[in-house]
């Protein structure tokens, strides 16, 4: 099944570069909802929700991993009839009046950007999305506790209370596990307080490439895309065959 959106020349337009970008999301919420109405009549497919990160990561993995190798685009750009060139620029002393677009050239994509497409397309939004999963569930916690106060902290090793030397292994498990719970809560606390930095920067990012796209001021609609140096084209019709 092959999307046009309209336009001309190979470069496309704003709205299917829009368009490309928007579909994993609007997939994944489709899965998640089909598969929370099928778990109703399955019990089973709940585990499927519990590691939803997980499993819609391993399913982009595959159908991002066989349509680079097979079209040199993205799943939701092959739909789209767009397809990914390598930028290469040639300067020679002869072409020193000529326009910059005539020194640009396009080529096939190599080995080693095809697999950092696929750490651009699967694996960061996978960490992005753990990442926003944690940030929510601090914030929660963190509001929960403002309007609650923390009243079970002081119970934590209550189950450990004893004498005599029967409790010095359950007091040293104890104290790995607290350890071990302190430096993850550690963590999610320093990941709450700098995702939202982070986030920001990323979505600042995200427009000033999308607006400069759209105003043909560059050819990358996205940092990645300008990071392993490849532009998204229209695909011939040779290559729609």
């Known amino acids: ?22 579909l994993p999301a609007s997939l994944r919420a489709a899965l998640t909802y089909s598969i929370g109405v099928l778990a109703l009549r399955r019990p089973f497919l709940h585990k499927v929700l519990d ?19 097979t079209t040199d685009a993205s799943f939701s750009e092959s739909l789209y009839g767009l ?3 390598a930028l290469k620029i040639r300067v020679k002393k002869s072409d020193t009046y000529l326009d910059s677009g005539d020194r640009i050239h396009h080529s ?7 697999v950092l497409s696929v750490v651009f397309l699967v694996v960061l939004p996978y960490f ?7 940030y929510n569930k601090e914030r929660e916690a963190t509001l929960q506790a403002t309007l609650w106060g923390r009243g079970n902290e002081s119970l934590d090793n209550a189950d450990y209370i004893g004498g005599g030397e029967s409790v010095i292994f359950p007091e040293r498990a104890l ?16 990941i709450a307080a700098f995702y939202p930095w982070l986030h920001a920067s990323n979505e600042g990012l995200v427009f000033a490439y999308q607006l400069l796209y759209l105003l043909d001021a560059t050819g990358f609609y ?20």
């Open 1 to 22: 099944m092959l999307f046009q959106v309209g336009g001309q020349g190979t470069r496309p337009t704003f709205f299917e570069m829009a368009a490309a970008q928007q």
């Open 51 to 69: 590691y939803e990160d997980e499993f819609f990561a391993l399913l982009m993995l595959v159908l991002e991993s066989h349509s680079l190798r």
């Open 83 to 85: 397809r990914r060139r």
């Open 108 to 114: 096939g994509l190599e080995k080693h950007q095809k």
């Open 128 to 134: 992005k999305s753990k990442l926003h999963s944690i």
């Open 175 to 190: 104290n790995t596990e607290a350890s071990t719970v302190t430096l993850k809560k550690r963590i999610q606390k320093i």
């Open 222 to 241: 996205s940092l990645g895309l300008h990071a392993l140096g490849i532009h998204v084209c229209r695909a011939t019709g040779q290559e729609l065959v």
